[in-house]
Protein backbone atom coordinates (compact mmCIF):
# COMPACT_ATOMS: atom_id res chain seq x y z
CA UNK A 1 0.00 0.00 0.00
CA UNK A 2 1.40 3.08 -1.00
CA UNK A 3 0.33 6.22 1.07
CA UNK A 4 0.78 9.82 -0.98
CA UNK A 5 1.16 12.74 1.44
CA UNK A 6 0.70 16.37 -0.32
CA UNK A 7 2.10 19.55 1.15
CA UNK A 8 2.88 23.53 0.07
CA UNK A 9 -0.77 24.72 -0.84
CA UNK A 10 -1.56 27.73 0.30
CA UNK A 11 -3.19 31.29 -1.18
CA UNK A 12 -1.24 33.86 -3.81
CA UNK A 13 -2.02 36.46 -5.59
CA UNK A 14 -2.04 35.94 -9.39
CA UNK A 15 0.99 35.89 -11.07
CA UNK A 16 2.48 34.40 -8.02
CA UNK A 17 4.63 31.11 -7.26
CA UNK A 18 3.74 27.49 -5.29
CA UNK A 19 5.49 24.47 -4.52
CA UNK A 20 3.76 21.73 -3.96
CA UNK A 21 5.28 18.32 -2.43
CA UNK A 22 4.56 14.66 -2.43
CA UNK A 23 5.84 12.33 -0.35
CA UNK A 24 5.48 8.65 -0.98
CA UNK A 25 6.08 6.02 1.43
CA UNK A 26 5.18 2.16 0.99
CA UNK A 27 4.93 0.01 -1.98
CA UNK A 28 6.58 1.12 -5.45
CA UNK A 29 4.90 2.89 -8.07
CA UNK A 30 6.07 3.57 -12.00
CA UNK A 31 4.09 6.87 -12.43
CA UNK A 32 2.61 9.84 -10.16
CA UNK A 33 0.67 12.35 -11.41
CA UNK A 34 -0.74 15.56 -9.90
CA UNK A 35 -4.85 16.46 -10.18
CA UNK A 36 -7.11 19.14 -9.40
CA UNK A 37 -10.54 19.59 -8.52
CA UNK A 38 -12.27 22.95 -8.48
CA UNK A 39 -15.72 23.07 -6.74
CA UNK A 40 -18.66 21.75 -9.12
CA UNK A 41 -15.39 20.37 -11.75
CA UNK A 42 -14.28 16.82 -12.65
CA UNK A 43 -11.20 15.99 -11.63
CA UNK A 44 -8.49 17.48 -14.49
CA UNK A 45 -4.72 15.80 -14.99
CA UNK A 46 -2.31 18.38 -14.50
CA UNK A 47 1.04 16.68 -14.96
CA UNK A 48 2.26 13.42 -15.02
CA UNK A 49 6.03 11.95 -14.34
CA UNK A 50 7.08 8.07 -14.70
CA UNK A 51 9.86 7.10 -12.55
CA UNK A 52 11.83 5.86 -14.89
CA UNK A 53 11.94 9.45 -16.22
CA UNK A 54 11.45 8.54 -19.65
CA UNK A 55 7.76 9.80 -19.14
CA UNK A 56 6.54 13.80 -18.79
CA UNK A 57 3.14 15.20 -19.93
CA UNK A 58 1.38 18.20 -19.11
CA UNK A 59 -2.16 18.97 -19.85
CA UNK A 60 -2.50 22.17 -22.33
CA UNK A 61 -3.74 24.97 -19.49
CA UNK A 62 -0.45 24.59 -17.36
CA UNK A 63 2.30 23.85 -20.22
CA UNK A 64 4.96 26.69 -20.08
CA UNK A 65 3.58 27.44 -16.67
CA UNK A 66 3.84 24.67 -14.36
CA UNK A 67 6.98 21.99 -14.07
CA UNK A 68 6.86 18.38 -12.45
CA UNK A 69 9.73 16.81 -10.72
CA UNK A 70 10.80 13.64 -8.73
CA UNK A 71 13.55 12.99 -6.16
CA UNK A 72 13.83 9.18 -6.15
CA UNK A 73 16.28 9.07 -3.18
CA UNK A 74 13.64 11.01 -1.58
CA UNK A 75 10.23 9.05 -3.27
CA UNK A 76 9.14 12.35 -3.53
CA UNK A 77 7.63 14.20 -6.45
CA UNK A 78 7.11 18.18 -6.54
CA UNK A 79 4.91 20.42 -8.97
CA UNK A 80 6.38 24.59 -9.08
CA UNK A 81 3.94 26.22 -10.24
CA UNK A 82 4.78 29.99 -11.57
CA UNK A 83 2.33 32.54 -13.29
CA UNK A 84 -0.67 31.41 -11.15
CA UNK A 85 -3.93 32.54 -12.36
CA UNK A 86 -7.04 32.54 -10.46
CA UNK A 87 -8.20 29.69 -12.62
CA UNK A 88 -5.75 27.47 -11.15
CA UNK A 89 -7.47 27.65 -8.06
CA UNK A 90 -8.51 23.95 -6.78
CA UNK A 91 -7.54 21.14 -4.38
CA UNK A 92 -4.45 19.76 -5.72
CA UNK A 93 -3.61 15.44 -5.52
CA UNK A 94 -1.24 13.53 -6.35
CA UNK A 95 -1.73 10.03 -7.62
CA UNK A 96 0.10 7.06 -8.15
CA UNK A 97 0.37 3.97 -10.25
CA UNK A 98 1.56 0.65 -10.39
CA UNK A 99 0.95 -0.52 -14.22
CA UNK A 100 3.73 -0.36 -16.58
CA UNK A 101 3.90 3.58 -17.92
CA UNK A 102 4.19 2.53 -21.41
CA UNK A 103 0.33 1.06 -20.78
CA UNK A 104 -0.96 4.15 -19.68
CA UNK A 105 1.14 6.95 -20.90
CA UNK A 106 -1.34 7.87 -23.81
CA UNK A 107 -4.05 8.25 -21.07
CA UNK A 108 -2.34 9.46 -18.05
CA UNK A 109 -5.43 12.07 -17.74
CA UNK A 110 -7.34 9.60 -16.75
CA UNK A 111 -8.24 9.44 -12.58
CA UNK A 112 -8.96 5.63 -13.32
CA UNK A 113 -5.77 4.83 -13.90
CA UNK A 114 -3.90 5.82 -10.41
CA UNK A 115 -3.94 3.23 -7.82
CA UNK A 116 -3.11 5.46 -4.75
CA UNK A 117 -4.52 8.72 -4.11
CA UNK A 118 -3.46 11.67 -1.09
CA UNK A 119 -5.72 13.23 0.27
CA UNK A 120 -5.01 16.60 -1.12
CA UNK A 121 -3.99 20.64 -1.04
CA UNK A 122 -5.43 23.64 -1.44
CA UNK A 123 -4.40 25.90 -3.91
CA UNK A 124 -6.48 29.39 -3.84
CA UNK A 125 -5.00 32.08 -6.50
CA UNK A 126 -6.72 35.56 -6.27
CA UNK A 127 -6.58 38.16 -8.56
Known amino acids: QVQLVESGGGSVQAGGSLRLSCAASGYTYNYMAWFRQAPGKEREGVAVISTGGGGLSYADSVKGRFTISQDNAKNTVYLQMNSLKPEDTAMYYC??????????????????????WGQGTQVTVSS
Open 95 to 116: AAGWVPWDLVAGSWQYPSRYNY
